[in-house]
């Protein structure tokens, strides 16, 4: 892969999935903006999001089951202190790395501490699906390399961890609707899932749809729909598509707050790397630059 070339504009799209698709140049000031975004999060998701990792630390070391990972690697128990030195080196190494500094050694070290706090997360029994595109996205970050805001070089390397993100976003919602199916069938279209929901968790802008008796198994055909058409996600081309995307994948996840207040986060912010974030330059450049009097003509008035 070349590290960095002049951007160029492409003739002619890429089929999606083809080596010439997951290496199309991207530009590096877009790894840049979005590097810094996904790694101040990390702090976020520490302290509030999942902050309740840290009480693994007093949870009894006898009811930790760890992932298929954690055995493989035979990683440690997370006893007291092994939970405060992995929060705490995580939060750290993030802030560090967001600066855009030693970004491999740096955006290696957050990644592998990230995989282990999750590592922490989800071997007490659950295990959320929201936090894969997010843990992709650290992984490939520091395949690039050095980027910095204002850098104008496409890169193929930048290319390629874009259309991984990209891929495992579309991964995860099609995978959803492929679990729906797996394990519920076409009974989980028909059945009472998003009223199950709503009963539950309802808020005031969601409780009303209870009384509707066909809108939510409806809603759940709809989201099927969605999950399963997924894919066309990698035809995305143009920045107005690209922003158009984000605008709707976001909104979706707004509502589904808004209604019952689940949110996935981490997925959300691994959503922003689709963003043709190297546009804030170019448009704050253009408002910058001062406006050029045109020249007068023979037969103007003086200014």
């Known amino acids: 892969m070349s590290a960095a070339a002049p951007v160029r504009p492409e003739t002619a799209p890429a089929v999606p999935l083809t080596p010439r698709w997951w290496f199309r140049p991207v530009p590096l000031a877009r790894i840049a903006v979005f590097r810094a975004i996904a790694y101040l999060f990390v702090p976020v998701d520490v302290f509030l999001t999942t902050a309740w990792v840290k009480a693994h630390a007093d949870v009894p070391t006898e009811f930790y089951q760890p992932l298929l990972v954690g055995r493989l690697l035979h990683l440690p128990t997370p006893t007291h202190t092994v939970v405060l030195v992995v929060q705490w080196a995580l939060v750290v190494a993030a802030v560090a790395a967001a600066t855009g500094r030693a970004p491999r050694l740096l955006g290696w070290a957050v990644f592998l501490l990230y995989a282990e706090w999750m590592v922490i997360a989800m071997s007490y029994g659950k295990v959320d699906h929201d936090r894969i595109a997010y843990l992709v996205a650290l992984a490939v970050l520091p395949t690039v390399g050095v980027a910095r805001w204002r850098d104008r070089r496409s890169s193929q390397a930048a290319g390629f961890a874009s259309a991984a993100i990209l891929v495992t976003v579309m991964l995860t919602y099609f995978l959803a609707a492929w679990a729906k199916m797996r394990f519920g069938g076409w009974d989980w279209a ?18 009303w749809t209870l009384d509707v008796a066909w809108l939510l198994p409806a809603a759940q055909w709809v989201m099927l729909v969605f999950e399963f058409a997924s894919p066309v996600v990698l035809l995305v081309r143009s920045d107005r598509a690209r922003i158009g995307l984000v605008v709707f994948l976001l909104g979706f996840h707004v509502m589904v707050y808004a209604g019952v207040g689940i949110i996935f986060l981490p997925h959300c912010i691994a959503i922003l790397s689709i963003l043709p974030w190297e546009r804030l330059r170019r448009d704050r450049a253009r408002t910058a630059e001062p406006a050029v009097a045109a020249p007068a003509r023979d037969g103007d008035p003086p200014g």
């Not at 028909?190 to 409780?207: E, F, I, N, P």
């Open 190 to 207: 028909t059945g009472s899932t998003l009223t199950r929901a709503v009963v539950r968790r309802g808020t005031d802008l969601s409780l």
